[in-house]
T-cell receptor, first 112, second 112 residues
Framework: DSGVTQTPKHLITATGQRVTLRCSPRSGDLSVYWYQQSLDQGLQFLIH???????AKGNILERFSAQQFPDLHSELNLSSLELGDSALYFC???????????FGPGTRLTVT | SQKIEQNSEALNIQEGKTATLTCNYTNYSPAYLQWYRQDPGRGPVFLLL?????KEKRKERLKVTFDTTLKQSLFHITASQPADSATYLCALSPYNNNDMRFGAGTRLTVKP
């Protein structure tokens, strides 16, 4: 158990809908990262927050957005969902803005 | 464009032997490189981090080397066990970890 929690574990929704994925980092970790993992794309970096501020964006679509709250938990919002958004979404945390990351168990999103 | 290649999709070895996994990269100057283990349907688990000015790092049965001239890292598991069977991912990042890029992974199977 990494200490990172993600909810929900599974999510099934229809195209065009909007969902919110939630992540609680390990106690004391200031950085939160979001990744998408699909069979054909591997693990793709989406976005990084450090102590409430956005640090970097990777391959994140404009339909996706995220934020990190004062208590350091983070939410990833996915809107206008498409079939291709079906994937595992991982959150990771780290104590600093660099270095090893601790991944949560992931949220499996299925868009039908 | 930046590329990270892990030597093969799958590697099968006999229990007790040393597994050697390769990570090559192009068009990238990482500050450090990390190796993660991922089991099916679960989040990656951090194993080792090596900085650009380090040649080798060890942790128990694990050893990683980093050659910035060859743009290559080797990951060794000595005295391999069936429990080591998993997918191993290499990841490269700049100093501030803003954009950590993962390889596609190598699926290791250790046969008893």
């Amino acid at each position: 158990d990494s200490g990172v929690t993600q909810t929900p574990k599974h999510l099934i929704t229809a195209t065009g809908q909007r969902v919110t994925l939630r992540c609680s980092p390990r106690s004391g970790d200031l950085s939160v990262y979001w990744y998408q993992q699909s069979l054909d794309q591997g693990l793709q970096f989406l976005i990084h927050y450090y102590n409430g501020e956005e640090r970097a964006k990777g391959n994140i679509l404009e339909r996706f957005s995220a934020q990190q709250f004062p208590d350091l938990h983070s939410e990833l919002n996915l809107s206008s969902l498409e079939l291709g958004d079906s994937a595992l979404y991982f959150c990771a945390s780290s104590p600093r803005g660099w270095g090893e990351q601790y991944f949560g168990p992931g949220t499996r999103l299925t868009v039908t | 464009s930046q590329k990270i290649e892990q030597n093969s999709e799958a590697l099968n070895i006999q229990e007790g032997k040393t597994a050697t996994l390769t990570c090559n990269y192009t068009n990238y100057s990482p500050a450090y490189l990390q190796w993660y283990r991922q089991d099916p349907g679960r989040g990656p688990v951090f194993l080792l981090l090596i900085r650009e000015n380090e040649k080798e790092k060890r942790k128990e049965r694990l050893k990683v080397t980093f050659d910035t001239t060859l743009k290559q890292s080797l990951f060794h598991i000595t005295a391999s066990q069936p429990a080591d069977s998993a997918t191993y991912l290499c990841a490269l990042s700049p100093y501030n970890n803003n954009d950590m890029r993962f390889g596609a992974g190598t699926r290791l199977t250790v046969k008893p």
